[in-house]
C-alpha cells in the first residue's frame, strides 16, 4: 500500500466531473492515513518538451516553469494518480503536456513512483470511448515499472451533477483508500 500519493488532475474545468471523482479518490486516501498532493495542471504553467535531449545530459529541463513542483513531489511519492477527461478521445493536452515531461526524470534524478492510477471521466457513453486514454496509460505503467492499482472510468457526463447518486463517485473513493 501507498503511503505518499501525488495527484495530477487534468481538466481545465474546475469543480467539473473529474476533479468530483479526484476529491472521493482523495477522501478515500486521506481516511486511509495517507498523504496527498493535488496539482491542478491546467493551473500551473507546464511548456511542452522540446525533444532536445538537454536534461538527459543535466536532468534538469531548458524550461523554467511550474514542472519541477510536480517533479519534486514525484521524487517523494510512491504511487501517481492520472486524472482526467476525455478530450478527443484521449487525456487533456495539459495532463499530456506534464506526462511528456517525466521524459528529464528518466536517466538522471528518477521518480520514486511504484504503482499508479487513472480516473477517467468522458461524454460519450460508448463502451470504447476511454480505450485509447487506458491504453496510453496501461503503455505508461509499463514503461515506467508503475504497478496499475486500479482504473475508474465514468461515462456519459456533461455536467458534474450529472454524477449524483452514481456508483464511480464510490469507486473513486475505495481507490483512493486501496492505491
Ligand atoms: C474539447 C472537448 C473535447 C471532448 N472530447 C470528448 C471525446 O472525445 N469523447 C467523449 O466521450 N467526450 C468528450 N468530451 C466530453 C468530456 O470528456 C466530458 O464532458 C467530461 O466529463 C468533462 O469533464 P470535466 O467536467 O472534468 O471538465 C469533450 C469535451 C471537451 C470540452
Not at 54 to 66: I, L, N, Q, Y
Not at 108 to 125: E, Y
Amino acid at each position: 500500500m501507498s503511503s505518499n500519493i501525488v495527484v495530477l488532475s487534468g481538466s481545465p474545468r474546475k469543480n467539473g466531473s473529474t476533479e468530483r471523482l479526484v476529491q472521493a479518490f482523495i477522501t478515500g486516501a486521506r481516511d486511509a492515513g495517507k498523504t496527498v498532493t493535488e496539482f491542478r495542471v491546467a493551473d500551473l504553467q507546464i511548456a511542452p518538451c522540446l525533444g532536445c535531449g538537454s536534461c538527459h545530459r543535466s536532468g534538469v529541463c531548458v524550461h523554467e516553469d511550474d514542472m519541477p513542483q510536480i517533479l519534486d513531489a514525484l521524487r517523494n511519492a510512491d504511487a501517481l494518480l492520472l486524472a482526467s477527461p476525455v478530450y478527443y478521445w484521449n487525456v487533456t493536452a495539459q495532463l499530456k503536456t506534464a506526462i511528456d515531461r517525466f521524459y528529464s526524470s528518466l536517466r538522471v534524478n528518477p521518480l520514486t513512483v511504484k504503482r499508479a492510477a487513472l480516473i477517467l471521466t468522458c461524454g460519450n457513453g460508448a463502451p470504447d470511448s476511454c480505450d485509447p486514454s487506458i491504453a496510453t496509460y496501461k503503455r505508461i505503467c509499463r514503461h515506467q515499472n508503475w504497478e496499475d492499482s486500479g482504473i475508474v472510468t465514468a461515462q456519459s457526463l456533461h455536467a458534474p451533477e450529472m454524477l449524483d447518486g452514481r456508483a464511480e463517485l464510490g469507486s473513486a473513493r475505495e481507490l483512493g483508500q486501496s492505491i
